[in-house]
């Protein structure tokens, strides 16, 4: 069968997605469904109708993550921060709901970005590939929100160990879009040293499954971002 479907992409019978492209979810998880995605989309598109949004979070589930949680309430509680993390989101999901709604109308002071480990884990796409989604969403925020900022997060160490696969393409594709940093509009932080130990370990108690975070885990990404955002929403 996989030969077979090598064999239709290939003669260009199939379709590939690729990481730059626009996509809705198409997919169907056992943790997600196709329905349940489209329902957090046209929430956010009432969310953004609302307005008063002067700090947005876009991403996958690590974003999504914050919920309503002691930490998300501490540091945003008070700044009209909205999260529109959904799980399982790719670069061109996020593309895609940037593109069709969830930003019209709004104008926050900043917008921060991390997004792109999913495309490893779900869709296998090459570092480069995902480093052009990335740059591609961030050309995209510029364009429908000028007078905004981006932060733009490193995607996060994943796996307990250093050295694996993951964590190689990780670094292939935040070296490149370190270079999107253009000092003004668009900032690039890296936090990954933060969530890990001196020998480039993750321990379970910041990260539980070596990839989402805990509540300490939040904290850390909090106060690690906390001084650049500040900066940026002009506290």
Do not use: C
Not at 17 to 27: G, I, N, Q, S, V
Not at 62 to 74: F, P, R
Not at 90 to 116: H, K, S
């Amino acid at each position: 069968m996989r030969l077979a479907f090598a064999a239709l992409l290939a003669l260009g019978f199939v379709q590939a997605e690729t990481a730059f492209d626009p996509a809705p979810r198409k997919k169907e998880y056992p943790w997600m469904s196709v329905a349940v995605w489209t329902q957090m989309h046209e929430g956010f598109l009432k969310r953004a109708k609302q307005g008063k949004i002067d700090l947005l979070f876009l991403g996958d589930s690590i974003t999504q993550g914050w919920g309503n949680n002691a930490v998300w309430q501490k540091h945003y509680g008070e700044l009209n921060a909205a999260n529109f993390g959904i799980g399982g989101d790719t670069t061109e999901n996020v593309l895609w709901r940037i593109q069709n709604g969830e930003i019209d109308g709004i104008a926050p002071r900043v917008t921060v970005l991390m997004i792109g480990t999913n495309n490893f884990g779900l869709e296998g796409h090459p570092p480069n590939d995902v480093a052009k989604g990335v740059g591609t969403i961030v050309q995209s925020l510029r364009k429908k929100l000028p007078s905004t900022k981006i932060l733009l997060l490193a995607i996060f160490p994943r796996d307990e160990k250093p050295g694996t696969d993951s964590r190689a393409r990780i670094k292939k594709v935040n070296d490149q879009i370190a270079t999107l940093d253009d000092k003004k509009t668009v900032r690039y932080l890296d936090l990954g040293p933060k969530f890990m130990n001196a020998d480039g370990s993750i321990s379970k108690e910041i990260m539980p499954d070596f990839l989402h975070l805990s509540e300490k885990g939040y904290q850390i990404w909090a106060e690690g971002m906390d001084p650049l955002l500040k900066q940026l929403m002009g506290k």
